[in-house]
């Protein structure tokens, strides 16, 4: 017996012995996952050397910056509004708030908080900062008060520019201030009196030069401290997370590869730019790669894609609530008419996804996850509806990310006898996971500036005794082909009638039928019943959403047990920097009518939603009303 018999003999038997033991699907599986990871793996690599390349040379952010400035100094930078800025503009700019700084003593090291509007020159001063070896804690412009104040203390500061629409803010807190921190306020228009003891800081900016800083200066290290950027938790306060100039170039050209990102792309963002979503990963665009990205002061529903248009963009930023804020505007001219190959973002849920992208003629759409302190970051970079990401369901040692059974309330991982974690099957849900390798700025956890706060967010002895990984605190579920889905934040989901209710997706689904209005969803507890009844709270001040319609097609889209038991409409909301509603506050008060004065419902054995008076609500509570 020859080759020519033996071989196929010897490859179906190889075969046999492979597919007894993974099977036919493993088979079906490979073949339609492997152009996604080939292809995510190629991205991966160009990643790999080029932070290879960065970390061998030292280089910072504005080294990188200074490159793109040498190679087209009178490209567009940054439009913003009717103003454009050059690569040369940006420099100048930079290099001033470098020689400022210097003079007055600052050096490596040392941190400058800003609190400023979206504007280029927000970008300018952190860059101009970061020149000198400066850290610049970006702080959130919602904040106010106590928050504020903790921010500011948290960062360890030595100084605070702020714009002169802060001033008020600034002075409510003054006293608490720490008494060492210098103040800088930016002023608009020149002469504009400024506050007590600052400086202001545009005058001081005229008289500086734009020329490059004196060589003597010490400057940074590659794997310095760069920025601080603060997580805006729905809970808590907020918490400052260590950017590098490492770790910003991660993320940046992690982005820009994954999403496959040009050079000559037009990117619009309209989001704040103090956040890692707009601040690093479209900003970076243009210091990293020479790109050019249109900022906005303020998102707008209704501008959105005008701007796009107007602007010529061809790569958009989104954040999920705010393509449900746009989707609910009425339709314009502009709304398919543009010259956008790509939307990116994070959050944008799949039950709007589908609509979403048909209105506004939407060629492809990138979803991201991850969050800025976190090692765990995804992508979804081949239009599958509703994923945000995937994980090799063929190779998936080449990049370490897990979803592991988990308590769905606590979010702690459940472990086997021999004090393990354990891998969730397919379509099980568990919680996110990214491996920590020290010293691998893929796979490296800087933490927070308070380390305790770091602590809570890592699992020891995951898949063998010492090893380390980042828990995202999200619930994540894989499908077959290792496509993963978003279900809710670990605390989030709720138990009813035995079943687990993700709020995320009843949120969205809530919402839809609303009228695509602002909707936050939580449990609350009933006396004497197991689990907790579901509750949703819906911004809608004029009273408008019809119950009778609102309960019809809830029906359609949500399982009994998932149905709101109780209906709120909230007259007015308060939400976080990134329009998320406040959660724990809406929780604390039940569904008691004796302590909230929006409109209650509840809903009746029948399915419709009636008024929950004080009486029906003492009947609940004596469980005299069936649920
Ligand atoms: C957008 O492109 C059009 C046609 O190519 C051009 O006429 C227009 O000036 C561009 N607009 C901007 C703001 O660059």
Not at 335 to 362: C, E, T, Y
Not at 412 to 417: M, S, V
Request: with cysteine; net charge positive.
């Amino acid at each position: 017996m020859g080759w020519s018999y033996g071989l196929p003999a010897l490859i179906v038997a190889v075969l046999g012995i492979v597919v007894s033991k993974v099977g036919w699907r493993w088979f079906y599986i490979a073949a339609v996952t492997t152009p996604r990871d080939v292809t995510a793996l190629f991205a991966y690599i160009k990643l790999l050397i080029l932070v290879r390349k960065y970390q061998r040379k030292n280089v910072t952010v504005s080294d990188i910056f200074q490159t793109q400035v040498a190679k087209h100094p009178d490209k567009t930078c940054i439009i913003y509004e009717d103003k454009v800025w050059t690569f040369r503009d940006l420099n100048e700019f930079s290099n001033r708030v470098a020689n400022l700084f210097h003079t007055h003593g600052y050096k490596r090291g040392d941190v400058v908080c800003l609190l400023l509007e979206n504007r280029p020159e927000f970008i300018g001063v952190w860059l101009g900062l970061s020149k000198i070896g400066v850290i610049t804690p970006l702080i959130n412009t919602n904040l106010r008060g106590p928050s504020l104040l903790h921010s500011i203390t948290v960062a360890k500061s030595s100084a605070l520019i702020y714009g002169e629409g802060f001033k008020e803010c600034i002075i409510e807190i003054s006293k608490d201030l720490p008494s060492h921190l210098a103040l800088y306020q930016f002023n608009n228009a020149k002469n504009e009196p400024t506050e007590g003891a600052a400086k202001d800081m545009s005058t001081l900016l005229q008289s500086a030069s734009k020329d490059k800083i004196p060589a003597h200066i010490e400057r940074a290290d590659h794997h310095d401290k760069l920025l601080y950027i603060y997580t805006s938790g729905t809970t808590g306060l907020p918490k400052a997370a260590v950017i590098s100039h490492s770790r910003y170039i991660f993320i940046v050209a992690g982005i820009h590869y994954t999403m496959n990102f040009r050079n000559d792309d037009i990117f619009y963002t309209p989001l704040p730019l103090y956040h890692t979503a707009g601040g690093v990963m479209s900003v970076g665009q243009t210091l990293i790669f020479g790109a050019t990205v249109v900022i906005k002061k303020k998102f707008s529903a209704s501008g959105f894609f005008p701007d796009v248009k107007k602007y010529n963009c061809t790569v958009a930023q989104y954040i999920g609530e705010m393509c449900r804020y746009i989707l609910a505007t009425p339709p314009n001219p502009a709304d398919a008419s543009h010259k956008l190959r790509l939307i990116f973002g994070n959050g944008l849920r799949p039950q709007i996804w589908p609509q979403f992208v048909q209105r506004f003629n939407i060629p492809k759409v990138g979803e991201f996850y991850g969050a800025t302190e976190g090692n765990a970051n995804i992508v979804n970079n081949d239009n599958t509806v509703g994923a945000i990401g995937f994980v090799s369901r063929i190779i998936p040692s080449v990049y370490p990310i897990s979803i592991i059974r988990a308590d769905q309330n606590t979010g702690e991982p459940i472990r086997d006898e021999k004090g393990l974690c354990q891998l969730c099957k397919p379509n099980e849900p568990g919680v996110f996971i990214g491996k920590i390798i020290e010293g691998n700025p893929s796979r490296e956890f800087l933490g927070y500036v308070d380390r305790q706060a770091s602590e809570k967010k890592v699992v020891r002895d995951v898949f063998r005794k010492g090893d380390m990984a980042f828990l995202s605190g999200d619930l994540l579920v894989a499908d077959e082909r290792g496509y993963l889905y978003f279900k809710d934040r670990t605390g989030d989901t709720f138990r009813w009638k035995g079943e687990n209710v993700s709020t995320s997706e009843v949120e969205a689904q809530v919402s839809n039928v609303a009228g695509y209005r602002d909707c936050i969803v939580y449990g609350v507890e009933i006396p004497n019943l197991e689990g907790r009844a579901g509750m949703a709270a819906i911004y809608d001040p004029d009273r408008v959403v019809d119950l009778e319609q609102f309960s019809e097609n809830i029906k359609k889209v949500l399982p009994t047990y998932a149905r709101p038991q109780f209906l709120r409409f909230l007259t007015k909301i308060d939400l976080t920097g990134t329009f998320k509603l406040r959660k724990v506050d809406l929780q604390k008060e039940g569904f008691d009518p004796n302590k909230i004065t929006d409109s209650l419902y509840y809903q009746t054995a029948k399915g419709k939603y009636e008024a929950l008076t004080k009486e029906i609500y003492d009947q609940i509570c004596r469980n005299e009303v069936r649920f």
